[in-house]
Structure formats: structure tokens, C-alpha cells
């Protein structure tokens, strides 16, 4: 299998270029003249055609009324479920071909990029609502392949709140904001998202998961993608084999903190958004491998619970991930209209090779896709639309409809026909059909669920148990923080006993924050799969892959590292510090007082990016403070600087200071509660993350130092320190 991890594979192409090769229809208003939507030129657009100069307006004025009623029809309904979302087009390749598993054209040739379009988004929140809200986040992925439009819709959490379709207007009722008072937005932390969650015990897993960091991702570059359901291979010689699809990211799986979500839900409510567009703008490509986890079909029920149930994963120690290619999003779209909100996914859009499982929760979906687009993009020829127009050709006797793009020329609309020689004619399998893979099915027709969908508990239990520590803390801290927000006591008390099955002291710990009784916990000792279907079946009590303790931590790339520096800073500092952290590929801003250039202590100038009024800790991975005593004293007398640290700090967030800098600790809270010897002669010192130096020959090992505690994304040994007021 090829070597995980890969980077920059193969010769880059102008990924642009090509596009725009094969979309006439992107525009740039280069050397353009402003005309009518019919193509005549106007004149004015500053002031509307009047009966002199006092008016009144007159009628007449096509081009005053067709700017005015284009702009009243300017908005679409948005996504009924993740309307807030953010995308980027890309490509796909594989690492080596897979024929012995699928037929897909895509998934064979390691020299061939498919293009791809890529849309990230919230689920529960409306399109204008924050990026960083608890929530799980869309991965919707189109293939445009060889072989027509492979949409592949995953989500960052490899489970769902419901086993059935027929139950998703109701979570999401539950989840949206309530409807007599259209409160809160954009958050599940209210009475009817619990109310529903506590009575629907197979949303307990989906649950753990929303309360753990998985649902207040760092980036959207940093998250893992699921498929969700089973799906299928299929071969060419026919032969089926269940897969579940992975997305992994290069850089590693990282959260934020809970305090520091909600408030850049206030300060910058684009986080995410923006962070995607400025990686890609700045050449940091988001890369995602490709894992699949295949099954054989003999071994359906070789596990303690059903691979049809969407509220089930398949522990990666059970079958491992094997990673097949790589995904890279290295272009921002030109118009987020056109492209992003125009994008419609849709789970039918699959090629040969791929195919469906019987997982309900999936049947409905195939259902909903289709029907929401029609609603929302107002006709059936959405598929003409620009973002969503297959590469290949299209060819159909559909008819007519609104904004009908295309000009059918000929009197032959159906089939069977002679008149146009038969034409479209049916391809067959080796020309590249898709044949619906033939599975017998037998059953009485009933509004049944099968008993092998029926114990929500287990692997609930098996995410608590895979979880650090420190992701143990945040779950609790989280499910307090969710439930407090509830007002019904009743809902807090069913949904703490919810916990405490999970787990009694998960159970215990939430109830103690959030005004209940501690709840009896679930019945000890607990064998695996229980509900009577575990008995010899294939199960693991913890899975190390679940937990992101266990995640990439070796690189500083596309992290954002605040200076923070006034006049008098030391030039000799910050350019060391700063061209080492940029070597390893981290983005750094200065930050200052005002904008424009400062003066370094030995005549250097830096420009700064940012202010102390506009960037704040919670923008940034690190932040280092290089030595300068004019800087240092000035900014240990600025709050905006203290608290810049201090609530770093607070984040688990890695801090260097240098030189004189060193000092500025002291004007901090850190000094005290950790760091007791942060102001010692020591050259250089490292502890939980924060790396000070006195030593102005040893900038290199603490440059080196400082890169190591990047990486580690954050120091979560310092979250008990509670002296932090930040
Ligand atoms: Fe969706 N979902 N969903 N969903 N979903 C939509 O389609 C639906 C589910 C997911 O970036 C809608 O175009 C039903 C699971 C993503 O444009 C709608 C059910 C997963 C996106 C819809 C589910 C998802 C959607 C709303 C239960 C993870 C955004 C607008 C059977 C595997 C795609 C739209 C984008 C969007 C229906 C459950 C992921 C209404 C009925 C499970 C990432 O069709």
C-alpha cells in the first residue's frame, strides 16, 4: 500500500488554467464595457433617467428597472441544513489503482487528477449564523470524473443522531432555532435539542460526539472526513464488497477550546471561512488522504453490530484505514453565489464501481438530495448549472423546465425512436453504465426496525473509553455547559441518566455541574454488544484511532504565530525567531500598536500586519513576544498585550518570549501559577509550552524549542491552572 502521508505528489499543473479551459463561462470583467443583461451599452449608472434634473424618475428607464429587479431576486432559499458553509475546488489522486476492489475510473490511475469541488460547512446554523458554534461540519465532496459526477457527503463525525430518515425532520427541528422565538441561533445548547436527544436513545453516540472537541474544530483543514453509511465496491468482474470512506488530514486532527469557539463566534464569525481562503491564498494546499476500510461481504454480521446501523463506526482496529490518495484544495472560488451556495450535492451522483447499501438512514437521503435541489435552485436543470455541469457529456431526452440552458436541435424527444436512429442509445456495461449491483432482497413490508439496530449504549461507551484525559475534561465541561443551558429540569435529569449509561462517573461528573442528582450509571460489568447480538462477534473496548491525543503533531505548517512588538523591539530577535518559523512553514503577523512600519532596537524596520485592537489570541496557534526593552515596557503596560498572553495561556496555546521579554511574563498571570523560574539566568527554559530564552546566542535551540510546542498543537497540562481570569 503506498506510503502514508504523502505531499505534493506528482507535477503540479495550473489547476486554473484548466479550468478556465473548460469553463467558458467564467468571466472576469477585464476590458469590459457596462451594458444591459441584453447586451446594450449604458451610459450612466449613477443617477436614473428624470424629467429633468428634479425628476420625477420616468419609466422608461429599462436599465434603473432591471438593475433593481435583478437585485430584488438576488437571494435564494438557503440550505434547510448547512447553509453556513465555505468551499474550494481541488483534485483527487490515487495512490495506486484499485481495480482489485472497484471499477471506478477515478480510483485507477495514478497519474490522473480528477477535479474536485469541496464545500465545509455547519450544519444546524443559517447561512450568515458563526463558524465556530459547536456543531458537526459538513465534507462534501464532488468528483467530477471521467464517468460523470461522484458526490461523496460526508460529515466530520463518523456517526448520526438517527438510524432512519424518517426521524431527520425532527432532529433537526429539535436542533434549529426554537420556533416561537427563533432562539438560539446556530447552537444545540437549548431545551428542545436535548428534550429530543434524551428521549432518542440511538443518538447517544452522535452525541458523545458533539460534546467532545470534534464539534469545535480548529480548521476545516484539520478535521476528518466520514462517508457515514456503508457503501459498496463493486469490480469489474461483478463482485461486492462493503466500504466505509475515511477523509484524513495531513496536518492532524485539532479542536479549540470551548471558551475560545465561543468568543470567535463573536470576534471574527469567519473564522474557518477565513482560514481556509488565506491557507489556500497563501499556498498552504488543505490535503486529505483518502482511507477506506473494506469489508467483505462473508463478514456482514461478523461484528458486534450492524454495518447498516449510521450510529455504528467500524473501529479502525477492527479494519484498518487504508489510505488510497489524496485530496489537495489549491484553488479559492472566484464567486461564492456561483459556486458555493450554487453547489448542489446530491448521494445519487455516484459512477460505476460505487454503489448503495440498504442503511435507511442512506435510502432517505437518496431521496432528499434531489428534491431539496429542485426546491432550492428553483428547477430541475440545476445540474446545468455551472459548479454542478458534469465534465462529460450529457445526454437525455429530459425537457423544457426553467432556465433551460440547453438548445436541443431535432423533433426526437423519446425513446425508443427510429427517427434519430435510436439515438441516445443504452451503453452497456463495458462502454461504462452503471448496473445497480444485483442484491436479493426478501422481506415483509413493515415499519420495523431490525433488532440489530438496538444498542445505542455500546459504542458510546467505546468514544468515552478511547478519549484522553484531557478530551474527557472538555466532554464534561461541554455537556455542563450544554445542559445548564437547558431550562427544563426534566431534560437535564433524562439526559445526565442518558450519560451516566454511557459511562456512571461521565454520568456523575455532568450532574454535579448541572444541578441534578447523580444518576444510578449503567449496569456493571457491561459486555461488549450487548442486546444480545455480541456473543463471538468482532469488537474492541477502546480505540486508540478515536481519540485526537493520538493525531499529528510534527508540523508548525499553515500555523498562525502573533509577534508582538512596539518600537525598541529586538530586531535581532524577531528576525531570527521570525525566518525560523517561517522556514517551517508557519504565517506570522506582527502585531502592534498601530499599523505601518516600527523600529526595531539596531535600526531594522518591520511592518505590522495587525493591531492590538483588531487581532486578538483567540485569531492565532502561538504567539511570541521577542526581547527590546523600550517594546517590553511598553507593552507589560498595555492590557490589550497582557491579556494577549494571558489568554493564550488560558488556551494551552504555545508563547516564547526572548530577551527582555522574559520580563513581560511577569506582567502576566502565567508568572505565579506556572513558570515559577521563568525569570532565572537559564538560557533557555521550556514548560508546558511556554519556551523563554535570556541567552541571545542560543536564538537557534529556541526557535527549535518554540517549533516543537507549535506542534503540539496544545499544552492541555496547563488547563488546570485556574488562576487564569482570561
Ligand atoms: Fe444531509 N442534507 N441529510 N446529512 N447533508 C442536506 O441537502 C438529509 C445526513 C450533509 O455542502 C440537504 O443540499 C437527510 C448525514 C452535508 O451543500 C438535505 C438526512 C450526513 C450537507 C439533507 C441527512 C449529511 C447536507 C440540505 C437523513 C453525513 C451539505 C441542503 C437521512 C453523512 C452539503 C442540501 C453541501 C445537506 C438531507 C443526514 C451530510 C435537506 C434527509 C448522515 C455535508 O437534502
Given at each position: 500500500m503506498a506510503e502514508q502521508g504523502k505531499k505534493g505528489a506528482g507535477p503540479e499543473i495550473n489547476a486554473h488554467s484548466k479550468i478556465e479551459s473548460l469553463e467558458p463561462h467564467r468571466e472576469a470583467p477585464t476590458d469590459a464595457t457596462l451594458s444591459t443583461e441584453h447586451g446594450v451599452r449604458v451610459d450612466s449608472t449613477d443617477d436614473s433617467l428624470k424629467a429633468g434634473p428634479r425628476g420625477p424618475t420616468l419609466l422608461e428607464d429599462f436599465h434603473l428597472r432591471e438593475k433593481l429587479s435583478h437585485f430584488d431576486r438576488e437571494r435564494i432559499p438557503e440550505r434547510v441544513v448547512h447553509a453556513r458553509g465555505s468551499a474550494a475546488h481541488g483534485y483527487f489522486q490515487v495512490y495506486e489503482p484499485m481495480a482489485e476492489y472497484t471499477k471506478a475510473a477515478f480510483l485507477q490511475d495514478p497519474t490522473a487528477r480528477t477535479p474536485v469541488f469541496v464545500r465545509f460547512s455547519t450544519a444546524s446554523g443559517s447561512r450568515g449564523s458563526a463558524d465556530t458554534v459547536r456543531d458537526v461540519r459538513g465534507f462534501a465532496v464532488k468528483f467530477y470524473t471521467e464517468e460523470g459526477n461522484f458526490d461523496l457527503v460526508g460529515n466530520n463525525i463518523p456517526v448520526f443522531f438517527i438510524q432512519d430518515g424518517i426521524k431527520f425532520p425532527d432532529v433537526i427541528h429539535a436542533l434549529k432555532p426554537e420556533p416561537d422565538r427563533e432562539?438560539?441561533?446556530?447552537?444545540?445548547?437549548?431545551?428542545?435539542?436535548?428534550?429530543?436527544?434524551?428521549?432518542?436513545?440511538?443518538?447517544?453516540?452522535?452525541?458523545?460526539?458533539?460534546?467532545?472537541?470534534?464539534?469545535?474544530?480548529?480548521?476545516?483543514?484539520?478535521?476528518?472526513?466520514?462517508?457515514?453509511?456503508?457503501?459498496?465496491?463493486v469490480n469489474a468482474q461483478g463482485k461486492s464488497r462493503f466500504v466505509k470512506f475515511h477523509w484524513k488530514p495531513l496536518l492532524g486532527v485539532h479542536s479549540l477550546v470551548l471558551d475560545e469557539a465561543r468568543k470567535l463566534a463573536g470576534k471574527d464569525p469567519d473564522f474557518h471561512r477565513r482560514d481556509l481562503w488565506d491557507a489556500i491564498e497563501r499556498g498552504h494546499h488543505p490535503e486529505y488522504e483518502l482511507g477506506v476500510q473494506i469489508i467483505e461481504e462473508e463478514d456482514e454480521f461478523a461484528f458486534d453490530f450492524d454495518l447498516l446501523d449510521a450510529t455504528k463506526i467500524v473501529p479502525e482496529e477492527l479494519v484498518p484505514v487504508r489510505r488510497v490518495?489524496?485530496?489537495?484544495?489549491?484553488?479559492?472560488?472566484?464567486?461564492?453565489?456561483?459556486?458555493?451556495?450554487?453547489?448542489?450535492?446530491?448521494?445519487?451522483n455516484i459512477v460505476p464501481g460505487i454503489d448503495f447499501t440498504d442503511d435507511p438512514l442512506l435510502a432517505t437521503r437518496l431521496f432528499s438530495y434531489l428534491d431539496t435541489q429542485v426546491y432550492r435552485l428553483g428547477s430541475p436543470n440545476f445540474a446545468q448549472i455551472p459548479?454542478?455541469?458534469?465534465?462529460?457529456?450529457?445526454?437525455?431526452?429530459?425537457?423544457?423546465?426553467?432556465?433551460?440552458?440547453?438548445?436541443?436541435?431535432?423533433?426526437?424527444?423519446?425513446?425508443?425512436?427510429?427517427?434519430?436512429?435510436?439515438?441516445?442509445?443504452?451503453?452497456?456495461?463495458?462502454?461504462?453504465?452503471?448496473?445497480?449491483?444485483?442484491?436479493?432482497?426478501?422481506?415483509?413490508?413493515?415499519?420495523?426496525?431490525?433488532?440489530?439496530?438496538?444498542?445505542?449504549?455500546?459504542?458510546?461507551?467505546?468514544?468515552?473509553?478511547?478519549?484522553?484525559?484531557?478530551?474527557?475534561?472538555?466532554?464534561?465541561?461541554?455537556?455542563?455547559?450544554?445542559?445548564?443551558?437547558?431550562?427544563?429540569?426534566?431534560?437535564?435529569?433524562?439526559?445526565?441518566?442518558?450519560?451516566?449509561?454511557?459511562?456512571?462517573?461521565?454520568?456523575?461528573?455532568?450532574?454535579?455541574?448541572?444541578?441534578?442528582?447523580?444518576?444510578?450509571?449503567?449496569?456493571?460489568?457491561?459486555?461488549?454488544?450487548?442486546?444480545?447480538?455480541?456473543?463471538?462477534?468482532?469488537?474492541?473496548?477502546?480505540?486508540?484511532?478515536?481519540?485526537?491525543?493520538?493525531?499529528?503533531?510534527?508540523?508548525?505548517?499553515?500555523?498562525?504565530?502573533?509577534?508582538?512588538?512596539?518600537?525598541?523591539?529586538?530586531?535581532?530577535?524577531?528576525?531570527?525567531?521570525?525566518?525560523?518559523?517561517?522556514?517551517?512553514?508557519?504565517?506570522?503577523?506582527?502585531?502592534s500598536a498601530s499599523l505601518g512600519p516600527i523600529a526595531g532596537d539596531d535600526g531594522s524596520t518591520v511592518s505590522a500586519d495587525?493591531?492590538?485592537?483588531?487581532?486578538?489570541?483567540?485569531?492565532?496557534?502561538?504567539?511570541?513576544?521577542?526581547?527590546?526593552?523600550?517594546?517590553?515596557?511598553?507593552?507589560?503596560?498595555?492590557?490589550?498585550?497582557?491579556?494577549?498572553?494571558?489568554?493564550?495561556?488560558?488556551?494551552?496555546?504555545?508563547?516564547?518570549?526572548?530577551?527582555?521579554?522574559?520580563?513581560?511574563?511577569?506582567?502576566?498571570?502565567?508568572?505565579?501559577v506556572a513558570l515559577a523560574d521563568a525569570r532565572t539566568a537559564a538560557p533557555l527554559l521550556s514548560d508546558k509550552g511556554v519556551v523563554t530564552s535570556r541567552d541571545p546566542a542560543g536564538l537557534a535551540p529556541f526557535s527549535h524549542e518554540l517549533l516543537r510546542a507549535i506542534a503540539q498543537h496544545r499544552h492541555w497540562d496547563r488547563e488546570d491552572i485556574a488562576q487564569i481570569p482570561a
Open positions: 432562539i438560539p441561533q446556530a447552537s444545540s445548547a437549548h431545551d428542545t435539542f436535548w428534550d429530543f436527544i434524551s428521549l432518542l436513545p440511538e443518538s447517544t453516540h452522535m452525541a458523545m460526539w458533539l460534546l467532545s472537541d470534534r464539534a469545535v474544530p480548529r480548521s476545516f483543514r484539520m478535521m476528518e472526513g466520514f462517508g457515514v453509511h456503508t457503501f459498496r465496491f490518495g489524496k485530496l489537495t484544495l489549491n484553488r479559492n472560488p472566484d464567486n461564492f453565489f456561483a459556486e458555493t451556495e450554487q453547489s448542489a450535492f446530491h448521494l445519487s459548479i454542478n455541469r458534469p465534465l462529460v457529456p450529457v445526454r437525455n431526452q429530459h425537457q423544457e423546465g426553467f432556465m433551460q440552458q440547453r438548445i436541443k436541435v431535432g423533433r426526437v424527444n423519446y425513446l425508443p425512436n427510429s427517427l434519430a436512429g435510436g439515438c441516445p442509445m443504452m451503453a452497456t456495461p463495458s462502454m461504462g453504465a452503471f448496473t445497480h449491483h444485483p442484491e436479493r432482497v426478501l422481506g415483509l413490508k413493515a415499519r420495523e426496525r431490525s433488532d440489530t439496530f438496538k444498542d445505542p449504549i455500546t459504542q458510546a461507551t467505546l468514544f468515552w473509553n478511547s478519549l484522553s484525559l484531557p478530551e474527557k475534561k472538555h466532554l464534561i465541561r461541554a455537556a455542563r455547559f450544554e445542559l445548564a443551558s437547558v431550562a427544563s429540569q426534566e431534560v437535564r435529569e433524562r439526559m445526565v441518566a442518558r450519560l451516566g449509561e454511557v459511562d456512571a462517573e461521565l454520568g456523575r461528573l455532568v450532574a454535579a455541574g448541572v444541578g441534578v442528582a447523580p444518576p444510578p450509571g449503567k449496569p456493571q460489568p457491561q459486555a461488549p454488544g450487548k442486546g444480545g447480538q455480541g456473543a463471538g462477534k468482532r469488537s474492541v473496548a477502546v480505540s486508540p484511532a478515536l481519540s485526537m491525543e493520538n493525531t499529528v503533531k510534527d508540523t508548525v505548517e499553515s500555523r498562525l504565530v502573533a509577534v508582538l512588538a512596539l518600537d525598541g523591539f529586538s530586531g535581532a530577535e524577531l528576525a531570527a525567531v521570525r525566518s525560523a518559523l517561517e522556514a517551517a512553514g508557519a504565517h506570522v503577523q506582527v502585531v495587525r493591531t492590538l485592537l483588531t487581532a486578538e489570541s483567540v485569531m492565532f496557534d502561538a504567539v511570541f513576544v521577542p526581547g527590546g526593552r523600550a517594546s517590553v515596557v511598553a507593552l507589560s503596560a498595555m492590557g490589550e498585550a497582557v491579556h494577549f498572553v494571558n489568554e493564550a495561556f488560558k488556551h494551552c496555546k504555545a508563547i516564547g518570549a526572548t530577551g527582555d521579554a522574559v520580563d513581560l511574563l511577569a506582567s502576566t498571570d502565567i508568572q505565579g
